[in-house]
C-alpha cells in the first residue's frame, strides 16, 4: 500500500498543477518578456503527463529496491553489455546469451559482473539455453543475494511495470501488452504450401516450396484441398493452425481435388524452417534506435511496450507492489520488448547450483528423434520396396525382348 500511495501522490502532483494553471488565467497578463523566460521545456504537455517523468519514475524506487540489491550489470572495460540477475548464493547469475557473444558467436573476452556496490568479478560461461536466449554465468562468490521471482502473480494487459536494474531507479517503465506466449515454430508441423480460399469449405494450393514435404507429398498447384485428417477445411488461418497444432515428422492425410479428381494424400510433417511463415521486417521497428540480434522464437515471453537498448536487458521486470514478474530479454521493436516469465526463469535456474540449466525441451526432443526414426524407417521400407521392383522390372525386360522376336 505504501508503494502506491506514493505513486498517487506523484500522480496527484501531476495533475495538480493543472489547477493552478486555472487560476493563473485568472490574474492580468504578464509581459512579454516575462512569459518568455518562464516557458520551460518541463512545461509541455508530454513532459508532464509522461510514464517517465522524474517524480514518477522516483515513485518506483520502493518497489524495485529488492530486486536491484539482486541485480548486475555486465560489463566489458567499463562498458555495459547486459544486464543479469543472481540465481544461487554460490555465484551463478544468468544474462542474455547473445549479448555476450559477437556475431559470429564467439564469446566476448574480459567481461565482468558489477554489482550494486560497485564491485567488478570476472565472470565465467558456462552454460547456455539456447531457445530462451539465456546464459548461465558464474563469478567466485559466496553468499550472493538471490532474485526472488515471484509466480504466484498474474499479470494482464495494462498492468504497469518497470524496468529494474543496478541504480534505486527504473531504466523504463511501460505496461504489459500481450500476455506470455510461445514464439517458437520450430516444433510445430510444417507443410510447405501457400494458399488461398476456394469458395466455401475448400481452400487452393498457389505455391509449394521445393524440397518440403508438401513437395514431397505430391502437392501441385492448384490442388484443392478439402479436409485434414477427415475434418472439412473451412479457411486458410484455420488449416495453418491445424498443421501448426502437428508435430514435425507426423503423417497427415489430405483430400485433395486435382482437376475432376478427388484423391487421398498422405504428407509426412517437417520442422518449421526459421523465419519461415514470418513477415519481413518491419523498417518502422527501428525508427526509435537499436534492436536486440535475437529477439524471436522464445518458448515463453510475454510481451510489453516499455522503450529499452539492447544492452539494457537481461534485468527483471517489477509489479508496482515489487513483484518480479519475469526478466527483460529482447527489444524486438519500436515500442515492443519481450521478457520471459519468472515461472519459466524459475524452472530453468532450479539446478543453477550444479552450473547447469534445466532443460524441460529435452522430453520434447526426444519424442521429436522418435517421431522422426519412426518416419526414417518407413522411408527404408519404402526404399527396399521400391528397389525390389526395380530389379523385377529389370527382370522382366529381357523376357519381354524375347517374345518380341
Same mark, same amino acid.
Given at each position: ?53 522524474? $517524480?514518477?519514475?522516483? +515513485?518506483? #524506487? =520502493?518497489?524495485?529496491?529488492? @530486486?536491484?540489491? /539482486? *541485480?548486475? &550489470? ?75 521471482? $515471484?509466480?504466484?502473480? +498474474?499479470? #494482464? =494487459?495494462?498492468?504497469?511495470? @518497470?524496468?529494474? /536494474? *543496478?541504480? &534505486? ?237
Amino acid at each position: 500500500m505504501k508503494i502506491q500511495g506514493s505513486l498517487l501522490v506523484v500522480l496527484a502532483g501531476v495533475v495538480l498543477p493543472l489547477a493552478a494553471e486555472e487560476k493563473a488565467a485568472e490574474k492580468p497578463a504578464e509581459k512579454p518578456a516575462e512569459k518568455k523566460a518562464e516557458a520551460a521545456p518541463e512545461n509541455r504537455a508530454q513532459d508532464k503527463f509522461s510514464r517517465e517523468t522524474p $517524480d514518477l519514475m522516483k +515513485g518506483w #524506487e =520502493p518497489a524495485l529496491e529488492e @530486486a536491484r540489491r /539482486a *541485480t548486475v &550489470r555486465i560489463v566489458k572495460e567499463g562498458k555495459q553489455v547486459a544486464l543479469g540477475c543472481a540465481v544461487h548464493e554460490g555465484g551463478y547469475l544468468v544474462t542474455k546469451w547473445s549479448e555476450l557473444h559477437d556475431k559470429k558467436g564467439a564469446a566476448i573476452e574480459g567481461l565482468e559482473a558489477q554489482f550494486p556496490e560497485g564491485l567488478r568479478m570476472p565472470v565465467k560461461i558456462v552454460d547456455s539455453h539456447r531457445s530462451f536466449d539465456l546464459a548461465l554465468i558464474k563469478v567466485e562468490a559466496r553468499g550472493l543475494r538471490t532474485m526472488k521471482w $515471484d509466480t504466484s502473480v +498474474g499479470v #494482464e =494487459p495494462g498492468t504497469f511495470l @518497470a524496468a529494474g /536494474a *543496478t541504480e &534505486r531507479l527504473p531504466i523504463a517503465s511501460g505496461v504489459v501488452s500481450v500476455l506470455p506466449r510461445s514464439l517458437d515454430g520450430s516444433h510445430k508441423g510444417f507443410l510447405g504450401v501457400n494458399l488461398d480460399a476456394a469458395g466455401e469449405g475448400a481452400i487452393k494450393v498457389v505455391g509449394v516450396t521445393p524440397d518440403t514435404p508438401a513437395a514431397k507429398a505430391g502437392l501441385v498447384l492448384d490442388d484443392v484441398i478439402k479436409s485434414v485428417n477427415g475434418e472439412p477445411v473451412r479457411s486458410v488461418s484455420e488449416f495453418i493452425q491445424t498443421i501448426a497444432a502437428n508435430r514435425p515428422y507426423q503423417t497427415i492425410k489430405l483430400t485433395i481435388v486435382r482437376g475432376m479428381e478427388e484423391k487421398e494424400v498422405a504428407a509426412v510433417l517437417g520442422r518449421r524452417p526459421p523465419g519461415a511463415g514470418q513477415l519481413a521486417e518491419d523498417a518502422r521497428n527501428t525508427m526509435g534506435g537499436s534492436v536486440s540480434r535475437n529477439r524471436s522464437g522464445y518458448p515463453g515471453a510475454l510481451q510489453h511496450d516499455m522503450f529499452l537498448e539492447p544492452n539494457e536487458v537481461g534485468g527483471p521486470v517489477v509489479d508496482l507492489k515489487g513483484h518480479v514478474v519475469g526478466m527483460n530479454i529482447a527489444r524486438s521493436g519500436r515500442i515492443e520488448c519481450f521478457a520471459i516469465p519468472s515461472a519459466a526463469i524459475e524452472r530453468l535456474v532450479s539446478t543453477a547450483g550444479e552450473g547447469k540449466f534445466f532443460h524441460p525441451e529435452l522430453d520434447a526432443l526426444m519424442e521429436e528423434r522418435k517421431g522422426a526414426e519412426a518416419a526414417a524407417e518407413r522411408l527404408k521400407k519404402d526404399i527396399e520396396e521400391l528397389s525390389q521392383r526395380i530389379k523385377e522390372a529389370e527382370g522382366d525386360a529381357p523376357k519381354a525382348e524375347e517374345e518380341k522376336k
